[in-house]
């Protein structure tokens, strides 16, 4: 009789979790629905690429101008800022001429601030020279522009390629919760290298480490160690002296590869602030999205070196710290606010929205 009541409680248990998480999943919806960016804004920054693009062939015949980061690679929010990089015209041996960066900053912002009406201020003397434009918003073009344009960065290009290409593969579940994260770090104030936390483009590995070496079963595979449908050139894997190969036919893989986890995206946001906040080995491991497993030691040779409390390696720059500039402090904040959000997600079943509204709180600065 007592094993039957015993059962009789876990199911109701379960129950009542699965209906927490489902209603969790579906306010995280409607929360972020408002906020995401619409089409028209996306009409108006493609324009806006194209109205440059055309300008910064006028600096080098048959420049490129690509858009990379959130506007282009899925994860971006209402008046997101621009990123583009310009890529150089080649030569007629279909080749990159040499080029001084901060000449053609110069250049190419006096073109734009002769022929546009955007605000231009040119970075020449920069350690990445660029250029930061800005208009805005007004009755006839309703959206605030604010874009940066760098010059050959392809790598950032390709990281953008990578993380498209997983927001494609899941989108419901992976797009969702990284949105969510970066709403949520910015109410929480976890999101400013510059004070110490983590930037966006941190989180958002967070997530892909989690979602494909945490969860069981699997919730994304790893691009980087699917192999490839043919043999590759030298030239198609490596940028740089970087290996930047991944499986990036993403209709044929969600043709022939479908993740056994059924989990929603409430069910995947409280896992992943329960993990962070007390299984997580920071003392002892590094983040390699890249790599078998997710993981490598930090005593190994090439992190024994790093000093950071928190190391996530580049998925394309082995050994590059991607975290490096969160401090000790820092990751005190940023796993703090992981309890926080845990305790207020598991004490609050029956009240989802109350729960929400208290998470995303906007903290005071301290």
């Not at 506007?71 to 030569?91: H, P, R, V, Y």
């Not at 790598?155 to 969510?180: C, G, H, K, Q």
């Not at 993981?295 to 070196?305: C, F, H, T």
């Amino acid at each position: 009789m007592q094993q039957a009541y015993a059962q009789q409680w876990n199911a109701a248990q379960q129950l009542s979790y699965e209906r927490h998480t489902a209603e969790l999943t579906n306010c995280i919806i409607a929360f972020l629905s408002p906020i995401l960016p619409t089409e028209e804004e996306y009409r108006i920054k493609e324009a806006t690429r194209r109205q440059l693009e055309r300008l910064a062939g006028k600096v080098s015949p048959g420049a490129k101008l690509l858009a990379f980061g959130s506007m282009a690679n899925g994860f971006a929010l209402k008046n997101s800022d621009m990123d583009l990089c310009c890529l150089i015209g080649k030569d007629e041996n279909g080749k990159t001429p040499e080029f001084n960066a901060s000449e053609l900053v110069e250049t190419l912002g006096n073109l734009i601030r002769q022929e546009t009406d955007f605000t231009v201020m040119p970075l020449p003397k920069a350690r990445i020279p660029i250029i930061k434009i800005s208009r805005p918003a007004s009755a006839e073009l309703p959206y605030e522009i604010s874009c940066d344009i760098g010059f050959e960065n392809r790598l950032a290009l390709e990281n953008t390629r990578l993380l498209l290409s997983y927001a494609m593969v899941d989108p419901p579940r992976l797009r969702t919760l990284v949105l969510f994260l970066k709403v949520w770090t910015k109410r929480r104030k976890l999101n400013s290298p510059y004070t110490g936390t983590l930037s966006s483009y941190g989180y958002t590995l967070l997530v892909l480490f989690f979602l494909t070496h945490v969860k069981r079963p699997s919730v994304l595979p790893n691009l980087q160690r699917i192999p490839p449908p043919r043999v590759l050139t030298q030239e198609e894997i490596e940028l740089n002296g970087h290996n930047i190969y991944f499986y990036d036919d993403v209709a044929t893989l969600r043709q022939e590869w479908a993740s056994q986890n059924t989990e929603n995206v409430g069910e995947l946001l409280m896992d992943f602030f329960r993990y962070f906040s007390k299984e997580f080995a920071y003392s002892r491991d590094v983040i390699s999205l890249r790599t078998e497993g997710g993981l490598v030691p930090k005593d190994g040779d090439a992190w024994s070196a790093e000093v950071s409390p928190l190391c996530i390696e580049d998925p394309f720059q082995v050994g590059y710290n991607v975290s490096r500039t969160v401090t000790k402090d820092g990751l005190y904040t940023i796993r703090g606010e992981f309890m926080r959000a845990t305790r207020i997600l598991t004490s609050k079943q029956g009240r989802v929205s109350v729960a929400l509204a208290e998470l995303c709180e906007e903290r005071e600065d301290i």
